[in-house]
């Protein structure tokens, strides 16, 4: 019964930028960490960025690092990813996921327990 919505995506240009979020609904998920993932026709999902409960501590792709920030305000049961100077490497569906209990920052997918439906990012040359 644990649901967690991502919005934001859409249709940018190279250069641009999206602010993505996830909403959290049924429980709480102030105590995990929160990830971003995505999906590239043809391509594995892979790892974007995590941040931690708290919020404190946050790891990123090497992808993504410098021009990509996630954060998240647990009064919401939101997390969000900024990402900047898109690029069309950066075209995929983008999912948000909620760590399993006694993990702190995973970076694969088996580290968590709940995903959401995905959002489109789209990055025209």
């Known amino acids: 019964q644990a649901q967690l919505v991502e919005s934001g995506g859409g249709l940018v240009q190279t250069g641009g930028s999206l602010r993505l979020s996830c909403a959290a609904s049924g429980r709480t998920f102030s105590s995990n960490a929160m990830g971003w993932f995505r999906q590239a026709p043809g391509k594995e999902r892979e790892f974007v960025a995590v941040?931690?409960?708290?919020?404190?501590?946050?790891y990123y792709a090497d992808s993504v690092k410098g021009r990509s920030t996630i954060s998240r305000d647990n009064a919401r049961n939101t997390v969000y990813l900024q990402m900047n100077i898109l690029t069309p490497e950066d075209t995929a569906v983008y999912y948000c996921a909620a760590a399993q209990n006694g993990y702190t920052v995973p970076l694969v997918p088996t580290g968590y327990q709940y995903w959401g439906q995905g959002t489109q990012v789209t990055v025209s040359s």
């Open positions: 941040i931690s409960g708290s919020g404190h501590t946050t």
